[in-house]
Structures are given as C-alpha cells and as structure tokens.
C-alpha cells in the first residue's frame, strides 16, 4: 500500500457555496410552510440534511501535517498540501504528522564482537515519508521505530570490537562516522516498510559493562605507557646515535668499544628514566674511579 493525493476542494469557495445553499434552502423551506405545500417543505429538509453534512468534509491541514482520509474501510488518498480544504464528506479522517523527529534509545547492555559487555545507545532522527504505509502496514508507527531502532543497534553493536586491537580493524570507538552509517542503514532496512525515513543515527553513549570497567581501564592504561614508552626509546636511540656520530666527526674524544658501550648505557638511562639524572663526580681517570 502506497501514499496517494486524495480528492479535495478549495475549502474557502466550497464553505461559501454551501452557506449560499443553506440560505436558499432555508427560505424555500420557510416559503413552502406558508404555502403549505408538504412535498415542498420535505425537499428542503433533505436537501438541508444533505447540506449540512457537506459541512463535515470540511477540513484544516496544519504545516507538516497530512490527513489520512478512508472510505467505509477503504483508504482514499491523502492531503498533504497546509490549507482549508473540502473532502468527501462520508469518509473517515485522521490526522498524521510528517515533521522531523528524533527518537533516543535506552542505554543498551549488549556484548561486542570480542564478547565483552559494553552500554551502548543511540539518537535517531526520522520522519514519515509516506503516511499510507505508516498507518496501515504497521499497528503503531511510532513504538515500531523505537522497537526496531534498539534491535538495530544491537545487531550493529556486536560487528564491532569496543576497541582496535590492530590498526586497520574498525572499532566502536575509533570509527564513529563507519559505524553511524552501518547503524543508519540497518535501522533504514527495517524501517522502510513502515513508510518511515532515518535521517541520520548515531552512537550517544559508549561505555563497558560495570563489571568490565576496571579491568579494562587497567587494559587502556597499560596499553597508553607502552605506547609512550616506546616512542621515547625511539627518541633516545636517535638522541644516542647522533651524539656519537657528533663526537666522532668532531674528534672530540676517542671511545674504544667498552666505553663507548658504556656512554650508550648512561645516556639511554638518563634519557629514559622517569626521575632525573643526579651527576656524580669522578675524581679518578677516565678507566678508574
């Protein structure tokens, strides 16, 4: 079942031309009770019973909103188009609202591609893009988006580690705008037959279980100092080669292989080391203290 433009008429002219009726037929009604003419005065009747029930078709669509009209159980068409409208006066009207909106999830406790537990929720912003498909295919449009979003995020959630173990593995926390878009599509894919467009979706809350939390905040800690650390050993090697290849070009002091280790040994300590270098004083010669 698919969105349709339903009939209607310009309400303004449609209101006149049935006050303009009922006047007239008002007046006949009043002639024909002083004439006395029956069939007369039961013409008008019917026919002010006609008019006035013209007035329910009578209808007023607000800026981003539709009517859903239905005839005897039969879906007619729908007015989307804001204004002061007339419709089939016999049908069925309900009003359905077509604006942006934005749906939150609950924080979802779900596990991640390595298992482990993580919190997890979502924004969503949606908007009803075609108002047949919304209010018949489904029984509630509104509690099938949230349903559908939160089963969504689960199912994307456990594609993806927490964090990267390797440089090129997509993660949760690494890869936000990859995993918005996964999120996006997959809530897109069980919307659809709702009538209902995802706008955009993504990741509001991140975090492991409580339970794991800890342990892996022990775990990114440990891997943010072997990280530090080894780009500073890259530094002092550096720092230590250069120094060497400084004091051999210049001549300013010959090393045999001994001394030279241990000059490595001392600066790569000093340039190392968490605390800093305390100077000791060597009162003796250059291969004794």
């Known amino acids: 079942m698919n969105e349709r433009t339903a009939f209607s008429k310009p309400g303004w002219a449609i209101l006149f031309l049935l006050l303009a009726a009922l006047a007239a037929t008002i007046y006949l009604l009043v002639q024909s009770a002083q004439a006395q ?11 002010l ?23 005897f159980g039969t879906y007619i068409g729908t007015v989307r188009e804001a204004g002061f409208h007339w419709v089939n006066p016999l049908s069925t009207k309900r009003k359905l609202s077509v604006r942006v909106r934005n749906f939150e999830t609950s924080k979802l406790k779900v596990n991640d ?46 594609s993806y580690p927490y964090d990267a173990h ?7 926390r690494s890869h936000t705008a990859e995993t918005a878009a996964h999120l996006k599509q997959e809530i897109q894919d069980r919307l659809a037959r709702a009538g209902v467009a995802v706008l955009e979706a993504r990741i509001s809350h991140l975090a492991y279980a409580a339970e794991i939390a800890g342990a892996m905040l022990q775990r990114q800690q440990a891997s943010a100092i072997v990280s530090a650390r080894q780009k500073i ?23 045999d292989p001994e001394r030279r280790a241990a000059m490595v040994s001392n600066l790569l300590v000093v340039l190392c080391g968490e605390r800093s270098a305390q100077p000791v004083l060597n009162t003796g010669t250059l291969y004794s203290s």
């Open 37 to 47: 003419v029956t069939a007369g005065a039961v013409i008008c009747v019917l026919f």
């Open 233 to 255: 050993v890259e530094g002092a090697v550096g720092m230590v080669q250069m120094a060497l290849e400084e004091l051999a070009r210049n001549k300013v002091v010959d090393l």
């Open 113 to 158: 591609l390595d298992g482990n537990p993580i919190e997890i929720g979502a924004v969503v912003v949606w908007q009803v893009v075609d108002t047949a498909e919304a209010m018949f295919q489904v029984d509630s449009f509104e509690n099938f988006v949230q349903v559908q979003s939160e089963a969504a995020l689960r199912n994307m959630a456990t």
């Open 166 to 172: 390797t440089p090129d593995q997509m993660s949760l």
């Open 49 to 71: 019973i006609v008019e006035v029930g013209c007035f329910h078709g009578l209808i007023v669509v607000n800026p981003n909103e539709s009517q859903v009209l239905q005839f």
